[in-house]
């Protein structure tokens, strides 16, 4: 038998690598265990799923409670709209921020017919929920398709437990806020964000705060708000100081936006419609100014409260005859303390407190181009909410929940 010779042999390798090429490039390895899809919170609507941008903002900045004991994850800050505050970056609003807004802003304007409607809860905490038992009863036996609630925690302050009960799973996408600056705003603002984009069934949005109880049952709230087309919020002007408020990013900063004339003062905890929760998510104009960072010298550092000045201010310029401007969240300023309200304790709590709340008269705005004509006074909305309460009054407020605060 003749042994092939180098040429032959050249020629037979030749014609095997065409199909050794092919067989390489065809042949898809296929992993044995493939890694499961990452689960995100709060699911957009079809409409805004196209973009993807919501979805993938929620799995890149989500905070993780569960694993939070001593310390908590700190959000990492964007390059956009920084100041300093105590030797700390801190981010007001940065493009991550006005992306979901604009995406919430082009929601369905409309609740979906032939459901019922619900309410927003949306706290806005730096600390954990100490009166977290007093809402869990608040919300029990409630059906679940008549409300959401959403929590913005500040992922700077320290969380010795993570959020259980009916706040479970509830933390939005949250980044550090503080005093005398304009991040509580944006805190509010990116929390409407959230409202809009996960349930188009939400109807009106209140924001309350840790320190705040409800004073009336479920029931009673919700058929109080739900048979309103108004927004309740708190529009107030010609107050003591307010040139100074105005003026505390500069005399001349705030224009032509917002002029002096245009300039309210209004409570920081408001109800807002689903049509007034739009428009503040589309905003750009107004806010523009008061994301702005204070002047640092006094008075104007003491003054620099964007959170009671920027909504009020935006509704009186957009929609006045839309609000009834006085907030339903009660609160006593007689007495206060460093620019905080009256802080009620173990021993203030009892049946007592509870309806004075309830027979007191909310505060109306007096400027006529807000909507506070002489059948909205008449009118007497009822508080359905009260701040601020320490921590210690828990053991109090659940022994006369049930007869009491919760009871019509």
């Known amino acids: 038998m003749l042994a092939p010779n180098p040429i032959s042999l050249l020629c037979a390798l030749l014609l095997c690598l065409p199909l050794a090429v092919i067989f390489t490039t065809t042949t898809v390895p296929v992993a044995d265990n493939p890694p499961p899809p990452q689960p995100f919170r709060f699911p957009p609507s079809p409409r805004i799923n196209k973009t993807h941008i919501y979805k993938n903002t929620l799995n890149k900045t989500r905070i993780n409670f569960h694993n939070t004991t001593k310390t908590s994850h700190v959000h990492k800050l964007n390059k956009t709209e920084r100041y300093v505050k105590r030797e700390e970056n801190i981010t007001v609003w940065d493009e991550e921020d006005e992306s979901l807004s604009q995406l919430a802003a082009r929601v369905n304007p409309g609740t979906p017919l ?77 929390l409407i ?28 709230t ?46 920081q905890f408001f109800i807002l419609t689903r049509q007034h929760a739009r428009i503040i998510a589309n905003d750009t104009r107004i806010w523009s100014k008061f994301k702005l960072p204070c002047n640092s010298k006094v008075p104007y550092k003491y003054t620099c409260y964007p959170e009671e000045h920027y909504f009020p201010t935006l509704m009186s ?49 007096d400027d006529g181009m807000n909507g506070s004509d002489a059948s909205v006074r008449r009118r007497g909305h009822p508080f359905l909410f009260a701040r601020k309460f320490a921590p210690e009054t828990l053991t109090g407020l659940l022994e006369i929940a049930n007869d009491v605060v919760l009871k019509d």
């Open 114 to 190: 032939g459901r019922p409607k619900k309410i927003a809860f949306m706290f806005l905490t730096n600390a954990p929920l100490p009166l977290a038992p007093l809402w869990e009863l608040y919300f029990s036996g409630v059906p679940k398709n008549l409300y959401n609630i959403y929590v913005h925690a500040d992922p700077s302050s320290r969380y010795d437990s993570p959020f259980k009960g009916v706040f479970a799973n509830r933390v939005i996408r949250s980044k550090p806020t503080r005093r005398l600056t304009p991040t509580l705003s944006a805190a509010a603002r990116r």
């Open 193 to 220: 964000s959230h409202a809009l984009l996960n349930d188009t069934g939400n109807y009106m949005f209140a924001l309350l705060s840790p320190s705040c109880i409800p004073l009336h049952s479920f029931n009673f």
């Open 222 to 267: 919700y058929r109080t708000l739900t048979r309103s087309r108004r927004s309740f919020i708190e529009i107030l002007d010609h107050e003591r100081g307010a040139f100074v408020r105005w003026a505390a990013r500069g005399n001349t900063t705030m224009l032509p936006e917002v002029p002096y004339s245009r300039f309210r003062i209004g409570s």
């Open 317 to 365: 310029m957009v929609d006045p005859r839309g609000c009834v401007p006085a907030t339903l969240t009660h609160v006593d300023w007689r007495g206060s303390l460093g620019g905080h309200p009256r802080t009620y304790t173990l021993s203030d709590v009892g049946p007592e407190l509870i309806w004075t709340f309830r027979n007191a008269t909310p505060r109306y705005g």
